[in-house]
């Protein structure tokens, strides 16, 4: 297991139900150990298992989803 910390903008979100959907839809994916988006923020925190998940796969769950992501630094 290679654990990874991963934030991410998120834009497009219009209440905290867009989070949780965010949420629901990412802790499905094989790999992901915590995940809390917050709408205030407009950001998510993702803890995954790098060797089981990539940031594309992450990034193209949530774009699916309907909203828009990039990377912090």
Same mark, same amino acid.
């Given at each position: 297991?290679? #654990? !990874?910390? %991963?934030? $991410? +903008? #998120? ?14 839809? %990412?802790?499905? $994916?094989?790999?992901? %150990?915590?995940? +809390? &988006?917050?709408?205030? !923020?407009? =950001? @998510?925190?993702? =803890?995954?298992?790098? !060797? !089981? %998940? @990539?940031? =594309?796969?992450?990034? @193209? &769950?949530?774009?699916? &989803? ?5 990377? =912090?630094?």
């Amino acid at each position: 297991m290679k #654990i !990874k910390n %991963l934030k $991410l +903008k #998120i834009d497009g979100m219009h209440c905290s139900s867009c989070a949780m959907n965010i949420d629901f839809d %990412l802790e499905d $994916l094989d790999g992901i %150990l915590s995940v +809390k &988006t917050s709408y205030a !923020k407009q =950001e @998510s925190e993702i =803890e995954y298992d790098e !060797k !089981k %998940l @990539s940031v =594309e796969k992450i990034v @193209s &769950t949530i774009e699916s &989803t309907g909203y828009a992501t990039s990377v =912090e630094n």
